[in-house]
């Protein structure tokens, strides 16, 4: 069955640069989560898309933003990176807009390692 | 507030005895409540939900986990461990008003020889 894709699966970047995270849901999940967990950390919710929209929004810095696109896919876009960025991102995609009772379905995570 | 707890960062067994993981909770509405479980460098996997219903809840490879509302518990088991079941385990919560999840801490299960 597919699976949640995220790409790249690793990313290795310095201060003050951009970096764009994919995510590609499962085919008809119209809901999508992005979260960041950190070493040893929890995932920390960042901000959600429903059909394109913005739904929810987590503890996301100002300097980060992220898009849900057209064929529902959606991309994390961090700029003036920090050290303090490194991180396991995950997005995560749901059906149904989201709700409730529905459980998420996790990517592998993209690794970032800001230098 | 929406919140979840994991008292223990670790937990050990030995193979073949039965494993608890501790999960509490705190929502403002019901409670919709998971157990996730990650390996290293991997996402989360969903194990099992309690949504409504029977408060013994059964899911993937032989976990189980009891909702107690009374307690604001939702704990994971495992009547008998395997060394394959060593990995992070994330107790997540979503409230029936709410979109996103909250998780715990996490537990680090090690289940030994």
Redesign the interface.
Known sequence: AAG?IQSPRHLIKEKRETATLKCYPIPRHDTV?WYQQGPG???Q?LI?FYEKMQ??K?SIPDRFSAQQFSDYHSELNMSSLELGDSA?Y?C?SSPAG?I??E???????T?LSVL | AQSVAQPEDQVNVAEGNPLTVKCTYSVSGNPYLFWYVQYPNRGLQFLLKYITGDNLVKGSYGFEAEFNKSQTSFHLKKPSALVSDSALYFCAVRDSNFNKFYFGSGTKLNVKP
């Open positions: 949640v989560y950390q929890d995932p919710f959600s739904s929810d987590g396991l995950f995560a989201g409730a009772n459980k998420l379905f996790f990517g592998s995570g690794q």
